[in-house]
């Protein structure tokens, strides 16, 4: 039995861990937490999230009363979260998107005294696509542009998705090129002619779409495209259940999802 908490409990991704966690027989949820001003401090999580009373009421502190914590929040929650588990030794799985350069450089030195996996997407699929992007875009070399289309709901608040600027960082560690410097974020007026270099990047935001990502490599007279569609957010609520099973008893150190699905050679 491995025990876990949820951070940004009452949001729609952490009440689908709440449903799908409760559901585990070799899980238990031990702890829900929220921002400090959220209206439901207080009240029973599993009540917020329409499954009915879990025992487990929703706060704003973090204790030491679980083996990892999954957290789906935003960067300065994620922050504060990443802090108590190591000052609590608690274990941690996040999927937060947009965490800023210093976030992730705190990431890595707390991955010193607890184990930690942090992925822009928790999906299965995504993951093998994080392998194959970049394994395809060398076989096809200079000839091809590189394009990547994303899609997400009208809520989501970071742009493009960290999901496809990993896919661009894939890519361009496989070409050779550098994704800060190559990378081109949606086009307007007159731009001038497509460089080879270049990785474009382009974000849709629209109604309740969970997840689209499509990668085009496009030469003159053919085009590929490689793509990824999440159908429900149970898709990224599995995963990072996968991840916090895996997490549960490992050792101090920064984990991926490759070492969950075991894609490490």
Same mark, same amino acid.
């Given at each position: 039995?491995?025990?876990?908490?949820?951070?940004?409990?009452?949001?729609?991704?952490?009440?689908?861990?709440?449903? =799908? &966690?409760?559901?585990?027989?070799? /899980?238990?949820?031990t702890a829900a937490i929220e921002r400090p001003? %959220?209206?439901?401090?207080?009240?029973? &999580?599993?009540?917020?999230?329409?499954?009915? $009373?879990?025992?487990?009421?929703?706060?704003? !502190?973090?204790?030491?009363?679980?083996?990892?914590?999954?957290?789906?929040?935003?960067?300065?929650?994620?922050?504060?979260?990443?802090?108590?588990?190591?000052?609590?030794?608690?274990?941690?799985?996040?999927?937060?998107?947009?965490?800023?350069?210093?976030?992730?450089?705190?990431? !890595?030195?707390?991955?010193?005294?607890?184990?930690?996996?942090?992925? $822009?997407?928790?999906?299965?699929g995504v993951n093998l696509l994080f392998n /194959?992007?970049?394994?395809?875009?060398?076989? =096809?070399?200079?000839?091809? +542009?590189?394009?990547?289309?994303?899609? %997400?709901?009208?809520?989501? !608040?970071?742009?493009?998705?960290?999901?496809?600027?990993?896919?661009?960082?894939?890519?361009?560690?496989? #070409?050779?090129? +550098?994704?800060?410097? +190559?990378?081109?974020?949606?086009?307007?007026?007159?731009?001038?002619?497509?460089?080879?270099?270049?990785?474009?990047? %382009? &974000?849709?935001?629209?109604?309740?779409?969970?997840?689209?990502?499509?990668?085009?490599?496009?030469? #003159?007279?053919?085009?590929?495209?490689?793509? %990824?569609?999440?159908?429900?957010?149970?898709?990224?609520?599995?995963?990072?259940?996968?991840?916090? !099973?895996?997490?549960?008893?490992?050792?101090?150190?920064?984990?991926?999802?490759?070492?969950?699905?075991?894609?490490?050679?």
């Amino acid at each position: 039995m491995t025990t876990i908490g949820v951070s940004g409990a009452a949001g729609r991704m952490g009440m689908r861990i709440l449903t =799908l &966690a409760n559901e585990d027989p070799d /899980l238990q949820v031990t702890a829900a937490i929220e921002r400090p001003e %959220h209206p439901d401090l207080g009240k029973d &999580a599993g009540e917020i999230a329409g499954i009915g $009373p879990i025992g487990v009421l929703l706060s704003e !502190k973090q204790s030491s009363n679980m083996e990892v914590l999954i957290d789906f929040s935003s960067p300065q929650s994620t922050l504060a979260r990443l802090r108590s588990s190591v000052k609590n030794g608690t274990n941690m799985v996040t999927g937060t998107t947009g965490l800023t350069d210093e976030i992730n450089t705190e990431i !890595k030195d707390a991955a010193k005294s607890v184990a930690l996996l942090a992925s $822009p997407n928790m999906s299965v699929g995504v993951n093998l696509l994080f392998n /194959l992007v970049g394994e395809v875009a060398a076989a =096809l070399g200079e000839d091809f +542009d590189v394009e990547i289309v994303e899609a %997400h709901h009208r809520f989501k !608040k970071d742009a493009p998705s960290g999901t496809a600027l990993r896919l661009g960082e894939c890519i361009a560690e496989a #070409l050779g090129r +550098d994704l800060s410097k +190559d990378g081109v974020h949606g086009r307007f007026g007159q731009v001038g002619e497509r460089t080879t270099n270049e990785i474009g990047m %382009h &974000a849709i935001r629209g109604g309740d779409i969970v997840g689209e990502h499509t990668v085009y490599y496009a030469a #003159l007279g053919e085009r590929i495209e490689v793509r %990824h569609v999440a159908q429900s957010r149970d898709t990224f609520v599995r995963g990072a259940i996968r991840a916090a !099973k895996f997490l549960a008893h490992k050792k101090p150190g920064l984990y991926t999802m490759d070492d969950v699905l075991g894609l490490k050679s």
